[in-house]
């Protein structure tokens, strides 16, 4: 066969995409590409497995390899794809120092993000991880284990983590003092599983809130929640860089005014798309240096498509491409790839920007266009309200403290977007945003929206309610 | 002052009229006239106060008497409309017998709904409940109670029940034997109630099925879950009427085929609008029985509005005036009304049908149109998809079975309702649903959607973004 579908990345929208060819074309030749040993994991479900409270590291594969095998699909692991040449319709794929050229007849980007660690000083230190793959996951949770009792069989890899090198992080001496560099997403859910293996937890967040796509409400409670469960903020902090002690090992964090002595550093300060691979293809890229794609996910050469974290998508409240890394939109864009490519021509949606968080006890959501200033560049004039209501009846148990941001849009009263936390089902109320934006409701129409009431679940007015209710009043 | 706004019934939608109007028109005059002794107070919250859960009777009232006082409203407790004359602009009071003419400028009916016991020959036995009402629940808790120890003052009523009358239903022999009549929201709601109390729980069910407006696949998992609680089902067994032992105590359940001695029962057998004071007024009901309103909640008399339990309100999905006595409905058409006679036309919005129940450890949700009849009624072709699909990350504890069925539209693909059950998260997901219906989406639409993805919330495909992409497979 000569016109095989060629993905790169054995992940969420690469497997997504060549399984779901396979369903449609079972004729079809399917080759993937991964770099790594993993294919198909959940990226989310690292910290869990870092805290404990996912036992294995076998249990976040999505698919073991043998399963995607079955579907047909030749699952090529520890294959580089380098570069992309869009007029030969061929890409070269290096394994073992070897460099081969493979051809295709549809070709799809999905090589995902990684960890930018390049603003750190001494982010290559022992002792300094990112959580970025199953490796590095096994690796930093064997940093935690007491070594008299652990053994990297503990850790549940399989035969897919490399033993030797595992085990070279287990420590004589485990650590006690922790440093997050980042108070995002990554920093803040480490902070938890930090905390969990009874470590004195560092956050440094070089801006002055944790969570910014979260806003300050969200991030105010956040912050307090941290400091309640034992967890030291240093806001405002950029840490200039990481030092050792003499050795290779990390032994401090600088900051331009403080320093504190560490035993262990996790970086989680972003992630960047990978792209490397289509330098001189001539693959356009957008402003946000992610692949630019059209709305089935085309990019500007011809059979090549790319989708999921390395590619942008068009934003549901702006309509501009947005570069928005998260795990839904990219098992959906590449299905939707799957689609295109096996002959049925099928849209990718878009993002709205919906994500959550669990921060220990607090849960947070977000969802749309939040930032005041990102509104106005959208053509937009952005009014928010921030109320704090029950999660439910007032005289039921467990009613909890819930708080609902929204933004609109003074002009037409458009809702832009909206931000939640609170302790008793905060996060999936997003939903309830992120399916209003989709559908470019006003804040007048959420207000009338007939939501759940019963006093185990919700009050009268549901949170969401109560906000629209009062933001709409303003405009 | 000649013109006085008034209002009958003291509760959801007629104390959110009179709030509203007035904080907009401060000088207006209201009255309020209430037939009981309680205003403002939690329907919803009554199954939890005989439960327990609610210690106090006086925490289900949303607003006391002199708060409501204190708004500047006149607040008339036992105080009956008995008639509405809208051609002399005046409705006819009663008051311990004796009766009154109050001119109205604008009048608002808001007598919302009561407890139907009509087809159950013997609900009228001593030991038979209805939940209507909080004196009826203060009665139905004192009977559960132990007689040693406990006393009305226990009750937590305050000053607003008749204490001789309620002192009545403590009981020397406590009951061990309960019959629920009626497997609706209230039945399921009681049977979690009593069984609370460790009674032995019989709910009685004249359909296949309880719970008929949330479909088979929901019903078949509350009854399930039910049995394992051990409440005992008697379901497609019609109560022929409930006898007594000769005084004048409830005793026994008397079905077709077979009969239950029982100690107390409590009949949950729907609910339906007082419109008894409309007879001969002019106002229109509609098919329902409720009185039919226009969007800003006008009867077809002028200057007579209707809200809240006992009007109909226009459907989302069909258009049609529907009746669903709910609370949210009920506070968000008073507020209307009040704005809307405070000179500032404001529309009700429509109703999805939105509801959610909690049986013992599970979750239930419904909105729109679910029913096949129902929908062809109104011209749908309908199909539905069930699928259960996980509440978490299958590899993150607490992960629970969620089962969503949603309803479409063949022709047009559009969304006509949804159902969803499980014991994680379950019944705030329907505002997706509700959501989704108010903004008329396909399913296609629904599959796209942008929804909250994170391993301790949802899996990347939350449940209902399962159902959606498995029904739009089939439209």
Chains 1, 2 share one sequence.
Not at 2 to 8: I, M
Not at 182 to 199: K, P, Q, R, S, T
Request: net charge negative; charged share 25%; aromatic share 6%.
């Amino acid at each position: 066969m000569s016109d095989p579908f060629v993905v790169v990345g054995g992940d969420a929208a690469g497997l997504s995409a060549a399984s779901k060819l396979k369903r449609e074309d079972p004729d079809r030749e399917v080759v993937v590409f991964e770099k790594g040993n993993w294919a198909s994991y959940a990226h989310c479900g690292m910290p869990y497995y870092v805290k404990g409270e996912v036992p294995v590291l076998t249990d976040l594969l999505s698919l073991p390899p043998d399963r995607i095998e079955e579907r047909g699909i030749d699952l090529r692991r520890g294959h580089e794809v380098v570069a992309v040449d869009p007029d030969e319709r061929v890409v070269s794929v290096e394994r073992d120092g070897e460099t081969v050229e493979q051809p295709y007849g549809d070709l799809l980007v999905a090589t995902g993000a990684r960890a930018a660690t390049e603003p750190v000083a001494g982010a290559d230190l022992d002792g300094v991880y990112t959580m970025h793959g199953l490796d590095s996951a096994a690796a930093l949770r064997a940093a935690l284990l007491d070594p008299e009792t652990a053994t990297v069989e503990d850790l549940g890899g399989g035969g897919f983590v490399d033993a030797d090198a595992v085990e070279s992080h287990l420590r004589a001496d485990p650590p006690e003092t922790v440093a997050v560099v980042g108070g995002g997403y990554v920093g803040v859910e480490m902070a938890e599983a930090f905390a969990a293996h009874d470590l004195d937890v560092h956050v440094f967040q070089r801006g002055d809130h944790l969570l910014g796509p979260f806003g300050e409400p969200v991030a105010e409670r956040v912050e307090a929640h941290l400091r309640e469960q034992g967890v030291t903020l240093h806001l405002g902090e950029a840490v200039v860089r990481l030092d050792s002690d003499g050795d290779d090992r990390v032994a401090e964090v600088v900051c331009p005014d403080s320093s504190l002595p560490v035993d262990l550093a996790l970086v989680g300060v972003g992630v960047r798309p990978n792209t490397d691979l289509l330098d001189g293809s001539g693959v356009e890229l957008g402003d946000s240096g992610a692949v630019a794609i059209d709305e089935f996910g085309r990019t500007n050469r011809e059979n090549v498509y790319a989708a999921g974290d390395c590619a942008e998508m068009p934003h549901v409240v702006t309509g501009e491409p947005a570069w928005v890394p998260l795990g839904l939109t990219a098992n959906r864009a590449g299905r939707a790839v799957g689609q295109t490519v096996a002959g049925d021509p099928t849209t990718l949606g878009g993002v709205a920007g919906t994500a959550v968080l669990k921060a220990f006890d607090l849960e947070c959501g977000r969802s749309g266009v939040t930032d005041h200033d990102e509104a106005r560049t959208y053509g937009f004039e952005p009014v928010s309200e921030t109320v704090t209501a029950g999660s439910r009846s007032g005289y039921y148990p467990g009613n909890a403290e819930t708080t609902v941001t929204l933004t609109a849009d003074r002009e037409t009263g458009r809702l832009l977007g909206g931000t939640i936390v609170g302790a008793d089902r905060a996060a999936i109320r997003i939903d309830t945003v992120a399916t209003a934006l989709e559908a470019g409701m006003t804040v007048a129409e959420v207000e009338r929206l007939d939501l759940a009431y019963a006093p185990p679940f919700s009050p009268v007015w549901d949170p969401v309610l109560v906000a629209a209710k009062v933001l709409n009043g303003r405009l």
